[in-house]
Structure formats: structure tokens, C-alpha cells
């Protein structure tokens, strides 16, 4: 942890559960495998936070909180996929932003919108106004969040596809999911499965908007 002012911090986990205080500097924290708790100062620094592999954070297919993050400031902070996991995400078009359909944010959370991960969207994100009731309570639950994408997307996916999903909970602004979503070979086609899904983490802080997620 660093608590000694504004200056700008490189700060990285161990492979165990790890926790990250950063300070009023600009901080670029990596926690690492593991559960880990990373406390972002509220303040106007341009934090990042860095997920790296798949299995930063949670078990795919396991109820999860995947690393806890707190303070989160939407414009200033940024969540970055980078390092392998980069390389798994951003496969479509090769560039800082992950491709992701617009149009699911549309508001009618009664009808379910498209996306294809497998030709054009590398992330999913669905904000509070379209996620329908994935309460904050469950973003750590697979089976409601899996639940809730099947009302809300109309998926296609091969086995092997993989893609970010970002979900904002429909109860509690500010508060929100990342995780990692993989077809698994020998799942049900075309759906979101629990054995699919992986937790990276829940932030809490501002709501989030979809160019706060970049990658390296």
C-alpha cells in the first residue's frame, strides 16, 4: 500500500490475495491471481487498475467476488486488460478499445439485443438501465448473472469465443462487474453456461461508461 501523498505509484500483487491501497498520485496497480482488495484514493489522478490473465480473480464457473475494487472514478480511473488476457480479448480489431455493439444499451430490458463475439464484439457492456434485476447483492453469483445476459443478449458464440462483459448492477449506482466470458467446447452453443463465465472483479465507485475499459 502508498499513502504518502500525489506522487505516481507502480504498485503489483503477489500471486496470493493482496491488498492495494493507492494514494492521491497516479497509480498503476496490477493485483494478480488471487481475491485481492484494491482501494483506489477518491480523488481526479488517473488511476489504472490492470487485469492481465483470465484468472485474475475468480474460478470460471464459480461464485465469486473476483478482486474487490473500491473507489472507482469513471472518466479519470480506467480498467486496462493488457498482457495475456489482452491478447485473448482483443482479437477482433486490434487497437486500445475493445469492439462492442452500442445498441444493447436500448433501454427495453423486456427484449434481448444481438451481439456476435464471434465477428464483431469483444465486450459486452450492459449499464444499469439494461441489465433488468441483477441486483448488486448478486454480480458475484454466475448462475443470476448468466441468468440475467440470457434476457438481455441474444448471443452468438462458437466454442473457444471469448469476450469482456461488463455489467452495472440494476440496484446500486456505481457499482459493477467485470468478467470474463469464454464458450467452453461442449457447452450450449449460442448461450451464456455458469462453466462460461469467470469473475475478474466488482468496483464500486461511479457508474461506468464503456471508454473507461482499454486495452494495451
Known sequence: SNDDGAEAWTLTGSSGVDTITGDGGIDTITGGPGLDTIALATDTAAD?????TASDGGVAGNDSAGDTITGFKSTDDKITISGALATLLDDITD???LASTSGLNDGAT?????SNVTTTDEMIF????NIGTLAAANLDDVSAVATALEIQVTLTAAAGDDALLVLESSDTAGTFGVYYYKEVVGGTADQFDVADLTVLGIVTGND????DIITT
Open 208 to 211: 461506468i461508461v464503456a471508454a
Open 110 to 114: 423486456g427484449s434481448a439485443v444481438a
Open 48 to 52: 489504472v487498475v490492470h487485469f492481465t
Open 95 to 97: 487497437n486500445t478499445a
Open 126 to 129: 450492459l449499464n444499469r438501465a
